[in-house]
């Protein structure tokens, strides 16, 4: 049977998953304007943007309420413990898909600097990450949040090629050096995205399983081995 | 429909009206018909015990046959004295089976056998009780006494001294007990400082309401006190009480001795009613003054 | 830091009923360990062989061993009293020993062991009041009957009945769960200076309440112990399925 609070646990899952499909639906429209050169495609997303901000404000709130009057425990506090954190996540995903999109109307309407291979693989990549971590936790899946959290080293990788590519490219045609810097910044909120994506596992994990997984020193060699930040 | 419903609620009501007003009507005749004997009787013996009342009778000793006057002073303290001896015998005892009924017997067999004997001993007649001190303490000494009497009205207050000790302790809620446990006493210390001291108010007047009951007791005293026209001279000899001079007195041919006996029963019955009603007075203060406080 | 208490093997029976099964349990100084599960799941059993209040009861027994301070409470020769002065209990009823003072209520159980000296009682009593923090409201009417105090004051005068023997342990069964929220506040408020004094083993049924006042926490479902463990641990991830399901209120 069913309890009340069981419900309104449902609900604030789905409200996340709403808010999520919101932020892939951006992160989808703003790579693709990219590829395809569609300017209109980019005036979508800072409109999906106003209604994320929007349900990261409901999300909070709806996680307060529920730790007021429910006094979870166990589980229960962990999963909503947990949806505040992706809530966050979700939201800086949305801020980085508009950064994309405003970066990606900079470069349509200049000059082509060089043909885009990585960074559509790239996108593509982050895109299948975002929504393997969102899937694992629609469906509570520990050993798939595990695996985002391995495919964060090939994003990485990615983002290097990039950089390198755009700064050979630079080297012959010096005055395109506003271009570079668009895709290198286009390179850099992927990334961003990707981190997130990771955050989100992480979060999964220990909603599921308890275990803080967060800065073990196997993630912060892998970090240190690319020179992140 | 609604309006066929209001108007049966408000027909049954006229009905129950006049229910309620007959039935009324009906107890307050039951009531009156019961206090009729009791006020006249009361009424009765404060009218030809009143008048008979004088000093002497509260202070001279009966005269011998034929002569007016005289009075009931050593029955008046011979049946303080029964009464003294009863409570010696009658309240320690009565406490003890009370509190083992309570504390220790529970569901033994033993204790239903303790419980059967007791209310047995309240339902035999009260001149059975006095055959039996006769036999055991009478014959033997070859003479009445007031030692015999008083262990005869003691054996009476037994029974409703335990019922009434059983009851109360039973009262005490049984984590009051454990309270006492739980502290390191031993069960007895519990029942005696604990659980009997919280209970002592309401187990005296059980003990004052048996001693009203005892105290006009006749036929026990009939073969174990006897009678005595004299000051008693030792609670080896036979003792003069109030229930036995009244009976004597009353059936003699003497009308001074009739008048005398309803002096007596006025006295008698005077004692019983004060000590009911000071009881539940003082009792009833007690209570309000702990509910205040 | 040592047990001050220890189970090991503890059954329990109500005439052919066993109440509890092979408990096993150890009970830190100075801690305060709650023990929570659902009706009938033998808590109140638990606590009351601690005390051997269990045997009280008609047909009612209980094998194993349980160590205070290293001596076996169980053995044949120990008097059942005497352990009873080393461990104490409040109940779930406030019951102040009626017609007895405040002052008296305090001090019968040393009375009663024998201690007349009416300086010591004096100091005992004002010891053990300021430890159950009703010192204050009681120190000028300390003659006053027991119950003309309120509900959450005559608690803690049961409180400090029970800490005037200087036990060791203190058990308590379900102390709050007859008082209002203010008195019930007052008394997990002072939890905190009195397990300085004494251990504490609280049944509690209310999971917020033991979640609040314990370092340990130990679940016991149908007379078994399922699950003990640090409070913090035990409610935020519980490592047994059926305490999770406890513990979110999915059952009991």
Known sequence: MERHFDVSLRELKEQLVGMAGLVESAIDKATQALKTKDVGLLSHVHEIEKKVNHAHKAVDNSCLKLLALQQPLAADLRLIVAIIKINTDLERMGDQAENIAYNSERYIRGKELKPLIDLPIMADEVRSMVREALDSFVKSDEPLARDVLKRDDKVDALKNKIFRDVLEHLKGQPDLLEQGLSLILIARNLERIGDHATNIAEDVIFAVSGEDIRHSAKVETIKGAFNQK | ?293 | MSSVLVVRKLNAWFGHTQALKEISMEFEQNSVTAIIGPSGCGKSTFIRCMNRLHEEVPEARASGEVFLEGKNIYLPEVDPVAIRRKIGMVFQKPNPFPSLSVFDNVAVGLKLAGVKRSAVLKEAVERSLILAALWDEVKDGLHSPGTSLSGGQQQRLCIARALAVEPSVLLMDEPTSALDPISTAKIEELMTELKKAVTIVIVTHNMQQAARISDKTGFFLLGELIECGDTSQIFTAPKDKHTERYITGRFG
């Open chain 2, 1 to 293: 429909m609604k309006h066929s419903f209001t108007d049966y609620i408000y027909r049954s009501y006229r009905k129950r009206k006049v229910i309620n007003a007959v039935m009324y009507v009906l107890l307050s005749i039951a009531v009156t018909l019961a206090i009729i004997p009791l006020l006249s009787v009361f009424g009765y013996v404060i009218v030809q015990g009143m008048p008979a009342l004088n000093l002497e009778f509260f202070t001279g000793l009966p005269k011998p046959v034929g002569e007016i006057g005289g009075g009931m002073a050593n029955a008046l303290v011979g049946t303080c004295t029964l009464v003294l001896i009863a409570s010696v015998v009658g309240v320690p005892w009565g406490i003890a089976v009370g509190l083992y009924l309570s504390e220790y017997g529970k569901d033994g067999r033993l204790s239903s056998i303790v419980r059967f004997c007791a209310d047995m001993l309240a339902s035999i007649p009260s001149i059975i009780v006095g055959l039996f001190v006769y036999a055991l303490v009478v014959l033997p000494m070859k003479r009445f006494s007031a030692l015999a009497g008083g262990l005869a009205l003691g054996l009476l207050m037994i029974p409703t001294v335990s019922r009434t000790t059983e009851e109360l302790l039973k009262m005490v809620p049984n984590h009051i007990r454990e309270a006492g446990l739980a502290l390191g006493l031993p069960r007895w210390k519990v029942i005696l400082w604990i659980v009997l001291k919280g209970s002592r108010g309401p187990i005296t007047t059980g003990i004052m309401l048996s001693i009203a009951r005892i105290a006009g007791e006749t036929a026990p005293l009939l073969f174990t006190a006897f009678n005595n026209r004299f000051w008693q001279s030792g609670l080896d000899q036979p003792i003069s009480s109030l229930p036995v001079q009244i009976y004597t007195y009353a059936i003699s041919p003497y009308d001074d001795w009739h008048r005398q006996a309803w002096a007596g029963a006025f006295v008698l019955v005077l004692l019983v009613f004060m000590i009911n009603i000071i009881t539940r007075l003082i009792f009833a203060a007690t209570i309000r003054k702990r509910q205040e406080s």
